[in-house]
């Protein structure tokens, strides 16, 4: 999904996980009765009975998980203040230190997969503050909450299937598999289904540490951009000032795009009241917190972010903040 930066602001607060009475299930089967059932279901899929003990042995619904997902920060927040925390001067100067610690690195990773380095250091700040705080929750417990909770049921049964998958290819050990309440692992936050999909193996070891290996974090990372679209010759989006009396029904990222030179055409402008570029990238504008809100041209690479995490306020201080790095 860190400190106070996404969904997974409160990876730090698996200290304090307790088994305890599951009070908000959608369902009236008793949990041992739906894990029995998952596990039949996972066996019909292939699964060994070992990779199946290892992960759900002993595992029992997490309340503080369901809590957790009640108060997502980039649904209850405004963009200011959820930028606020996520963009500040402590980490843009952390930031530019680790893009500088880790260019020759970074410059290798994107040889093969093509993405500015400014956006993988983005990334991992806002995921896991570099690498700091990448969850303490049990994976599987915290699915099992997810999948049994009803809610967004089918979505966390799938990725616990694929948990499980994980263990089963040897690819990583159950007791390993720790990370966020929502089940996201390693410092790049990667769903199990992510893992399998983009987890990249970068420095030969064997196996795609996201967890310990910056080299496979960063083309991890680097890897998911790419493959669902990434262009490494646009950046994300920038800033911009809209006219008196804009048309409200064109500040809409899902239904209206337009060239650049149709927004300067209709008194868009760049956030210091220039010309916007000449080039001719598709756009659409978005305004986080609405009219008396700031607002923003966004691109292609604003859509990525979006697939790694559908939220307009995340995508959108990802962007600034990669930006507040630079290429330095």
Known sequence: MDTFTSRRAFLAAAGGIAALPFAARANDMPFEDWLRGFREEAMQKGMKRGSLDQALTGISPIARVLELDRSQPEVRLTFEQYFARVVNKARIDTGRTRLAENRELLGRVAQRYPVQARFIVALW????????????FNIFAALATLAYDGRRSQFFREELL?????????????????????????????MPSSYLAYA???????????WGSRADVFASIANYL???????????????????????????????????????????????????????IAASIVQPDGEAGRAF??????????????????????GLLADSIGEV
């Not at 700040?125 to 303490?136: I, N, P, Q």
């Open 125 to 136: 700040a806002v995921e896991t503050d570099f690498g700091r705080l990448t969850g303490g």
């Open 200 to 210: 990249v193996d970068f420095d030969g070891d064997g196996k795609a540490d996201i």
């Open 226 to 280: 790419v493959r669902v679209g990434w262009k490494d010759d646009e950046t994300w989006g920038r800033a911009a000032t809209l006219p008196p009396g804009f048309d409200r029904t064109l500040v809409d990222h899902n239904k209206v795009t337009k060239p650049l030179s149709e927004w300067q055409a209709l008194g868009v402008r760049a956030a210091d009241g220039g010309a916007l570029p000449s080039r001719d």
């Open 162 to 190: 694929n948990a499980i998958r994980i263990v089963d290819r040897g690819l990583i050990k159950a007791s390993d598999m720790r990370g966020s309440w929502a089940g996201a692992m390693g410092q790049s936050q990667f």
């Open 297 to 318: 041209l966004v691109y292609g690479n604003f859509r990525v972010i979006m697939r790694w995490n559908r939220s307009v306020n995340f995508a959108t201080s990802v």
